[in-house]
């Protein structure tokens, strides 16, 4: 199979640390934030949370648009998968420098998704950590697949994983007071939807559906 392995590493790497320094150093002077009355949110607060929250939850993303980009050899499917690695490496890295600006704790006391109210949720099907997520058997299965039977699988994951972040992404628009991070979260909403119908493009062209499981090329 031909693989293109560095992809940018390097160049990703540095625009995560670029990134994350120059918004965090926007988020330090934002005088929109709020919680401890100094500009600086409270480890509480929706800022503080989103920010620990989706930065776990890109992740994953970036994990399984590493793992498919090793099992397929389409073109339209690598280069959607790298888009998405390299654009949620980038926002983990803004999002993990906030919490350092604001020395606060990159992991959460409470439970995930706690100030969005939903720290009383049971946590998704299979032990997955917050809704959307994969679990570690799904990202098993991705791990061994290969071709159509990879790309299908990878497209249903990331699917319903762009929910979830699209649904976090919107509490933090409604409730986060740092106007730079609501910014930020309003681009996640925006631009994970659109990938979402693309996604959705690339499913039908398959056969398949967008529920995990469903339609043509997982079996075996």
Known sequence: MRRRTNWLVGGVAAAVLAGGGITAAVAATDSGSGGTGT?????????????????????QAVEMSYIVRDRTDDEEVRRLAYDIAQTQANQRGMLLGWLDLWDLPKVPDGAPMDWMGMG?????????LMPGMATGAELERLGKLSG?????????????HHRGGVHMAQGC?????????QRLARGMVESQESE?????????????????????GLGG
């Open 196 to 216: 979402i119908s693309l996604m959705a493009a690339l499913l039908k062209a398959r056969g398949a559906g967008a529920g995990v499981g469903a339609g043509a």
């Open 120 to 128: 009383d949720v049971p946590p998704g099907k299979d032990g997955a």
């Open 173 to 181: 628009v409604d409730r986060c007071e740092v106007s730079a991070e």
């Open 39 to 59: 500009g600086t949110p409270a480890s509480s607060s929706a800022d503080a949370g989103f920010a620990r929250d989706m930065a776990v939850h890109h992740q």
């Open 148 to 160: 159509k039977k990879a790309e299908v699988l990878y497209l249903q994951l990331m699917t319903r």
